[in-house]
């Protein structure tokens, strides 16, 4: 609670600036003694949990979303699209209030970006390489949208911030909901840096 009334202040000057380049990333939390985990095949089948959020401009936490670690990527974005902490819609097309959501290779499918652009915002996603050469050709990103797409380096940087404390860091807690208070905390520090 303490958290959604510090997002609405921070919200309530500049919005259209800080909601302009929202950008989506999934992290793993390594385990100590959690229940609610899965072996993850590409991780050195090790059990795991997932975390996915999605952050604003300036890298402050709008969705999180914590799962075991075995779930695919594109099912979290879209649980975590529906349930974000503020209203992201943008109201206008034009390109003085254009927003984009940013994303890397995993999320290069057509579901995601029609989901996007339900609510205004233009997606700007990483095509896969594995396509073939043909399909790749008519598929490559702009030199705009490249240099837009640099900015998606922000959501690095918070998973950063975020596992920079120890809490936070390893996953010690059974309860999903445990962990999140701990991760909430962690956010708060960081929307606090921001404001």
Not at 39 to 63: E, Q, T
Not at 93 to 109: E, F, G, P, Q, V
Not at 152 to 173: A, G, L, M
């Amino acid at each position: 609670n303490v958290y959604l009334q510090l997002l609405n202040k921070y919200f309530k000057k500049d919005r259209s600036s800080k909601l302009k380049y929202l950008s989506v990333d999934t992290s793993f939390i390594r385990n100590q003694c959690s229940s609610n985990v899965a072996f993850n095949g590409f991780v050195k089948k090790k059990r795991l949990s997932k975390l996915s959020m999605i952050v604003d401009s300036n890298g402050v936490p709008i969705s999180a979303l914590i799962i075991a670690g075995n779930h695919n990527d594109q099912k979290l974005f879209f649980k975590n699209w529906e349930n974000t902490f503020i209203e992201i819609r943008s109201a206008s097309s034009n390109n003085k209030h254009k927003r984009y959501l940013l994303a890397d290779a995993i999320y290069d499918t057509n579901k995601v970006r029609e989901t996007i652009k339900t609510k205004n915002i233009h997606p700007i996603i990483w095509y896969k390489k594995y396509k073939s050469s043909s399909l790749l050709k008519n598929k490559i990103l702009s030199l705009q949208e490249k240099k837009i797409f640099k900015r998606r380096i922000i959501i690095e940087n918070c998973f950063s911030w975020v596992f920079q404390n120890q809490r936070t860091n390893k996953r010690f807690d059974k309860s999903n909901q445990s962990y999140l208070s701990f991760l909430f905390m962690a956010f708060t520090r960081i929307l606090l840096r921001r404001m």
